[in-house]
């Protein structure tokens, strides 16, 4: 007898019924524009590698050198004796770069989230969340057992509505640059929002920090908001920073207690010590290097006016985030499938990434392309979409 447990044949099926059904690519070599993927060159649309530092030169070379001084593994958690002076330089660096008291790193912002989440709310506190939100602000609101709360995406009437009869413990929670539609969230309306009815103020900033703001602080950059605006600030190092793992920053109060009750943070090994070292000087270079902020602005308009001239349906995003809005899943794979026989990956973002009836191409931009590649891009989107 079958052990029906085991079975999955069915449930994979009917995803593949549906076109909701998810493989990989094996690809060969470092991220880039061009990738060599199962054997092929293709143009690259679909990596959050924003400025192009994942392969930098002088990341890598840090990285090598730090695996000299440190090894590969941190060997044990923060608290135990995986936390080296490569995590504590990056987390003071980081913590003064995002003009907050003191930064915590994470071993990535899945479970930054998570952790921060969970650590301040419990059961019976309230959490009010965009409905666009990142999968790992829901998944942590899931965790803490709080009650979630959802308003429409960039509702700020809505918040408030549901904010005036909250009585318990709230903390609100937003992405900053949202990762499927490419806009910002009302930060200004958030930040007052929350210290109006005396709540917590979370904004994970994983596809803002290193891209937005003149010094590349990101979405609390951008808008100009403190920490006293923006108590509670996650960003992610393995998207612009072109490496890995996340931080959460502000007050030191916070941090001290995150050390303390952050499971994520306490129940998990370090980041291997050789991938802060990396994280350090992608730090110099988001600041230094302005010229690949300039740059993707430069590419970004250049394919919004494209498309727009071609009546493509873009989104109003200003960021490297720029999704063509198809609608149904069956659809958006057969494009998606097309454009890589051209030789073009974009990724075809479906339910439950993002709501029933919104799939959608989402093209991401890096310094790293040239204008004749967007170019490119948007001629070949011009037979493929209609
Ligand atoms: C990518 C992403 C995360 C997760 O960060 P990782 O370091 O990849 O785990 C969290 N929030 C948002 C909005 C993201 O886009």
């Known amino acids: 007898m079958q052990n029906s447990f085991y079975n999955f044949a069915d449930p994979l099926e009917q995803l593949k019924q549906q076109s909701l059904y998810r493989s990989r690519c094996v690809q060969e070599g470092p991220q880039a524009v061009v990738l060599n993927l199962d054997g092929r060159q293709l143009l690259n649309f679909c990596s959050n590698d924003y400025l192009g530092l994942a392969n930098h030169p002088a990341v890598c070379a840090a990285f090598q050198q730090a695996v000299n001084s440190y090894g590969v593994g941190s060997g044990a958690a923060h608290l135990i004796c995986g936390h080296s002076t490569a995590h504590h330089a990056l987390e003071e660096e980081l913590a003064a770069f995002t003009g907050r008291s003191r930064a915590l790193l994470f071993s990535t912002g899945y479970m930054a989230n998570l952790g921060v989440i969970s650590a301040l709310l419990g059961r019976g506190d309230s959490l009010f969340a965009d409905r666009l939100n990142h999968a790992s602000l829901v998944d942590g609101a899931l965790l803490s057992r709080a009650r979630l709360q959802r308003y429409a995406h960039a509702d700020m009437d809505a918040l408030q509505t549901q904010l005036a009869t909250c009585q318990s413990k709230a903390l609100l929670v937003s992405d900053g640059v949202f990762s499927m539609d490419g806009d910002l969230a009302p930060l200004e309306k958030l930040a007052h929002l929350a210290a109006q009815y005396q709540a917590g103020l979370l904004i994970d900033d994983a596809h803002g920090f290193g891209v937005l703001g003149a010094q590349g602080g990101g979405v609390v950059e951008h ?164």
């Open 223 to 386: 808008f100009g908001l403190s920490q006293q605006d923006v108590p509670i600030l996650m960003g992610t190092l393995g998207k612009a920073f072109g490496t890995f793992g996340a931080f959460v920053a502000g007050a030191d109060d916070l941090i001290e207690f995150l050390i303390q009750k952050a499971r994520t943070y306490v129940f998990t090994t370090a980041l291997p010590p050789a991938v802060a070292a990396a994280s350090r000087v992608s730090l110099q270079l988001v600041q230094t290097e302005t010229w690949r902020r300039e740059k993707l602005q430069q590419l970004i308009l250049r394919f919004r006016s494209g498309a727009e001239q071609q009546g493509l349906p873009l989104l109003d995003s200003f960021t490297p985030i720029q999704p063509l809005l198809i609608g149904d899943s069956e659809r958006v794979m057969a494009i998606s499938k097309q454009l890589l026989a051209l030789g073009f990956l974009v990724s075809a973002i479906r339910p439950p990434t993002v709501p029933a009836g919104t799939a959608r191409l989402r093209i991401t931009f890096s310094a790293q392309h040239q204008e004749s590649q967007v170019d490119a891009l948007l001629d070949v989107l011009a037979k493929v979409v209609r």
